[in-house]
């Protein structure tokens, strides 16, 4: 019995520690727009129904990045709009209408009738792989509260009681000898 709560403990801190690891890198790959981008790939939280029917609130979308070269005309590609009113920015889907290379690393994409830089589209629908329900787990554990109380408070509990275990052993020992 003592070897099974052994391994299982093990697994359980080994889980904690992947899980605490990703978070800590998805937040501090933030984008501008508040969007964790892990060099090519973005990670992105569907929390309203503006996407609906490709994409519904909770889902947890993953897109690997193509180069602006291989977005074609006639593409469906997700993006960055900036809602200038309200001082926001949303993600929507649009096909690509037109295309125009500026320079060799700067291209600029016509969607729903605006022009859009390359730098604002995340990447093509069919390169996505959404994950139903993720988004909602993905969202309390990158916020500030779920990393407080599922890393913070968790690595802080782990050191107190450590330190607890060595006094332990320093009192144990003096006693000892």
């Known amino acids: 019995m003592r070897v099974f709560l052994k391994i299982l403990k093990g697994i359980l801190i080994g889980v904690w520690a992947i899980i605490a690891i990703f978070t800590t890198i998805c937040l501090l790959s933030y984008n501008q727009f508040n969007v964790p981008v892990l060099g090519r790939t973005t990670l992105l939280i569907i929390d309203n129904d503006y996407l609906e029917p490709d994409y519904t609130r909770g889902d947890l979308v993953v897109i690997t990045r193509a180069s602006n070269n291989d977005i074609e005309v006639g593409s469906n590609v997700l993006f960055y709009n900036e809602d200038i009113v309200n001082s926001t920015v949303v993600i929507n889907i649009a096909e690509v209408i037109e295309k125009e290379e500026v320079t060799d690393t700067e291209t600029m994409f016509e969607l729903a009738g605006r022009l859009v830089s390359g730098q604002y589209v995340i990447g ?54």
């Open 124 to 177: 093509q629908v069919e390169d996505a792989r959404i994950f139903g329900g993720l988004g909602v787990v993905f969202g309390i554990l990158t916020s500030q509260w779920g990393f407080l109380l599922f890393v913070i408070f968790p690595t802080l509990f782990a050191v107190v009681y450590e330190v607890f275990k060595i006094v332990e052993e320093a009192r144990k020992a003096r006693k000892e000898a």
